[in-house]
């Protein structure tokens, strides 16, 4: 996304973000990070429409949110829902993992990330 479509407030957040990681996205960074998922190319703390999404695959359109408990309280499932949809709108595929998945299995985020963006991907490599 080019620097001049993002607000620099937007811009200032996420670079303050990308300093203060949760253990769960810092654990899944780093198996994301220097294109050590087949080859993909991440980048974390991205503004997409006035959003900072967790992680995203530009090449792909795929978004990765990392999401701990609080995620399950109502009213951050309406905004997470809102947010979703207009990230959607806009062509991206949402993936949302909750926190314990990523610190207990982060083979199984990493091969679900894969699978969303579809092993035909990677046929020819």
């Known amino acids: 996304m080019p620097h001049f479509e993002v607000a620099p407030t937007n811009r200032k957040n996420a670079k303050r973000m990308r300093r203060a990681l949760t253990d769960a996205e810092l654990r899944l960074w780093n198996e994301l990070r220097a294109h050590r998922l087949m080859g993909l190319s991440f980048r974390r703390q991205m503004p997409i429409a006035g959003y900072i999404v967790d992680f995203a695959c530009p090449a792909y359109k795929l978004v990765v949110e990392v999401d701990g408990s609080q995620h399950g309280e109502a009213d951050a499932i309406t905004y997470d829902q809102a947010r979703t949809g207009r990230l959607e709108a806009l062509g991206w595929k ?28 990677f046929i020819d490599r």
């Open 94 to 121: 949402v993936m949302r993992v909750w926190n314990d998945e990523v610190l207990k299995q982060p083979q199984n985020v990493c091969a679900a990330i894969i699978s969303t963006i579809g092993m035909e991907h």
